[in-house]
């Protein structure tokens, strides 16, 4: 979906908007570059041995969109690193587990994709292996990373900007049929800018917070509106 149809629905101000949206694209194209050498590091048999090289790229981006230093001092910067590592890792971990358990065809043999994806071999000899990992290091994938991690970084920085000028804080949801149920019960409560909102359980301090689960934060359009 494109960033700007994805955060339209979402109720912040048109700034808030243009940021994320600049943001997502910019996030999108990015990871695209990151899963092309990702499947040329396949097509060499170098994926398997690269996995901390691509969380450490993947890390330095949230470094850079942010602005933080990979030493941090303060409570924000910490957030950003811990953010960046956890889900770089996740990232990473689901590439893995994701291209080396594709579904196989009744024709193709579980030995010769064993070998694609760990030590790397001819297109020729495993062309639905290839077909099924560039699809799964493509730009859906890319997108929906784009999107989700352009909305937590603005949410990150407006909370803690917030926490020094603000004495409350509201969660709004797109109001339409795809918002979940934990998050459609969330709508319009108010609280202290310091206390935590309930998401199904889960203590968060904004839509897509680093202590929600995976299952609470994909694809969410929630916001948060700050009062005085």
Same mark, same amino acid.
């Not at 080396?100 to 297109?123: H, K, M, Q, S």
């Given at each position: 979906?494109?960033?700007?149809?994805?955060?339209?629905?979402?109720?912040?101000?048109?700034? /808030?908007?243009?940021?994320?949206?600049?943001?997502?694209?910019? @996030?999108?194209?990015?990871?695209?570059? @990151?899963?092309?050498?990702?499947?040329?590091?396949i097509l060499e048999g170098n994926f398997k041995d690269n996995q901390s090289e691509y969380v450490s790229r993947i890390v330095d981006k949230y470094l850079e969109?942010?602005?933080?230093?990979?030493?941090?001092?303060?409570?924000?910067?910490?957030?950003?690193?811990?953010?960046?590592?956890?889900?770089?890792?996740?990232? /990473?971990?689901?590439?893995?587990?994701?291209?080396?358990?594709?579904?196989?065809?009744?024709?193709?043999?579980?030995?010769?994709?064993?070998?694609?994806?760990?030590?790397?071999?001819?297109?020729?000899?495993? @062309?639905?292996?290839?077909?099924?990992?560039?699809?799964?290091?493509?730009?859906?994938?890319?997108?929906?990373?784009?999107?989700?991690?352009?909305n937590w970084k603005w949410n990150n920085e407006e909370y803690f900007d917030a926490l020094s000028s603000n004495k409350t804080k509201t969660w709004h949801t797109?109001?339409?049929?795809?918002?979940?149920?934990?998050?459609?019960?969330?709508?319009?409560?108010?609280?202290?800018?310091?206390?935590?909102?309930?998401?199904?359980?889960?203590?968060?301090?904004?839509?897509?917070?680093?202590? @929600?689960?995976?299952?609470?934060?994909?694809?969410?359009?929630?916001?948060?509106?700050?009062?005085?």
């Amino acid at each position: 979906m494109s960033p700007a149809l994805y955060f339209a629905v979402m109720l912040i101000t048109e700034p /808030q908007k243009a940021r994320r949206i600049l943001l997502a694209e910019e @996030l999108e194209n990015w990871f695209m570059d @990151l899963f092309d050498d990702e499947f040329e590091d396949i097509l060499e048999g170098n994926f398997k041995d690269n996995q901390s090289e691509y969380v450490s790229r993947i890390v330095d981006k949230y470094l850079e969109i942010t602005n933080v230093e990979d030493n941090p001092s303060d409570e924000y910067s910490r957030s950003v690193i811990e953010k960046a590592v956890k889900t770089a890792t996740e990232i /990473q971990e689901t590439t893995w587990k994701n291209i080396v358990t594709i579904p196989l065809r009744e024709d193709t043999d579980e030995d010769v994709l064993a070998d694609f994806i760990v030590n790397g071999i001819a297109i020729g000899s495993a @062309l639905f292996a290839t077909d099924s990992v560039r699809r799964w290091l493509g730009r859906d994938r890319a997108n929906l990373i784009a999107l989700n991690e352009a909305n937590w970084k603005w949410n990150n920085e407006e909370y803690f900007d917030a926490l020094s000028s603000n004495k409350t804080k509201t969660w709004h949801t797109a109001l339409d049929e795809r918002v979940r149920l934990t998050h459609m019960a969330l709508e319009g409560e108010t609280i202290a800018v310091d206390e935590m909102f309930n998401v199904g359980g889960f203590p968060a301090r904004y839509p897509l917070d680093i202590s @929600l689960p995976a299952h609470e934060i994909v694809n969410c359009r929630c916001s948060v509106s700050y009062g005085k």
